[in-house]
């Protein structure tokens, strides 16, 4: 994107359309914001849950009003949780409807030609139909973070506050391996939180790691439910 000007005097079109898919709470969609920040681009987002209507046509009639707003100004538009449309199309009293938003969405990117760029996440690669898995420029995987990305988004969280001498991130680390981003950034909120609330306004180890814990017992109890 941003040699754009550089590509476009030699008749060369850079790669607007990005696809992001991996697990639930992995960034993907912060990835988008992070990308939106990156090129100073503003964020335009999109559920597809959110535009699903039962009225007949009502849906696509939608998503062609998103398109023509990223159209009049450069931004990411972030096309959010795409697989809705997969559900959906399983749904006897959506299917009608979501095929249609699949074939306008399929136009859609045929032709799009906006000044920003377009980013569309998804927990399940393979939910997408292939024609519009082909209009992406470019497929990235975002998987759970691993023992380097966790303490990176521990630290990134946590820097606003003070942090104690003596923590390490080894124990930490070790508890969140194989959580997600989003817990793993819940967890240092939830540890600051803690000490500004306790008056101690120092972070310790062993906060950081009780609220992972309760994090953790949290997750187990809805698993339950």
């Given at each position: ?26 960034g993907k969609s912060l990835g988008a914001k992070r ?65 249609r938003i699949v074939n306008s969405l399929l136009q ?45 988004l521990l630290r990134t969280t946590l820097s606003s ?65």
């Open positions: 994107y941003a040699a754009r000007e550089r590509l476009g005097a030699y008749g060369l079109r850079n790669r607007k359309t990005i696809l992001l898919y991996g697990p639930p709470g992995c990308l939106a920040w990156n090129t100073g681009l503003p964020l335009l987002k999109m559920r597809f849950d959110s535009l699903l209507s039962s009225y007949f046509g009502e849906s696509a009639a939608n998503l062609r009003a998103v398109f023509e707003a990223a159209a009049e100004r450069p931004c990411v538009l972030l096309l959010d949780e795409c697989d809705f449309i997969a559900r959906s199309r399983s749904n006897s009293k959506d299917i009608g409807e979501a095929a859609l990117m045929e032709e799009y030609d906006a000044p920003g760029l377009l980013v569309a996440t998804t927990n399940v690669e393979s939910s997408l139909d292939d024609a519009l898995f082909r209009r992406f420029d470019d497929v990235f995987q975002v998987p759970l973070p691993g023992a380097a990305e966790i303490e990176m506050v003070k942090l104690s001498d003596g923590i390490k991130w080894t124990k930490p680390v070790e508890k969140l391996t194989g959580a997600s981003a989003a817990m793993t950034v819940k967890a240092a909120q939830d540890a600051a939180k803690a000490a500004v609330l306790r008056g101690e306004k120092v972070v310790t180890e062993s906060l950081l790691l009780k609220a992972i814990s309760e994090l953790e017992h949290g997750s187990d109890a809805r698993e339950r439910d």
